[in-house]
């Protein structure tokens, strides 16, 4: 069993930045891909972000590419998701999630553990 909690989440205002932070515990963090979906009002869960077990490969969508960036730090059991340039589209629940295998996939069936969410809001 893994529990996650994300945190960081707020409001910010367009052109801004902000950090999350999902704090894991329970099983060994270290051996399974993690990843950061969102999900905004009336719309599907969408996936803005991954890494690999180990750190050394990251995952991002078109629509965050160049603008979001993912790490973890292993040895605090922690991963983040660093979001600068945002935009109101950019508004909605971010959640973090354990991969099923070593490394992140943008398909949410292939993560088993969710945590409860953070809500981000970009004001215009």
């Known amino acids: 069993q893994v529990q996650l909690v994300e945190s960081g989440g707020g409001l910010v205002q367009v052109g801004g930045s902000l950090s999350l932070s999902c704090a894991a515990s329970?099983?060994?963090?270290?051996?399974?891909?993690m990843g950061w979906f969102r999900q905004a009002p009336g719309k599907g869960r969408e996936f803005v972000g991954g890494i690999n077990w180990i750190g050394t490969t990251t995952y991002y969508p078109d629509s965050v590419k160049g603008r979001f960036t993912v790490s973890r730090d292993n040895t605090k059991n922690a991963l983040y998701l660093q979001m600068n340039n945002l935009k109101p589209e950019d508004t909605a629940v971010y959640y973090c999630?354990?991969?099923?295998?070593?490394?992140?996939?943008?398909?949410?069936?292939?993560?088993?553990?969710w945590g409860q969410g953070t809500q981000v809001t970009v004001s215009s």
């Open positions: 999630a354990t991969s099923r295998n070593l490394v992140a996939s943008s398909k949410g069936d292939d993560y088993a553990y």
């Open positions: 329970g099983r060994t963090l270290p051996l399974l891909g």
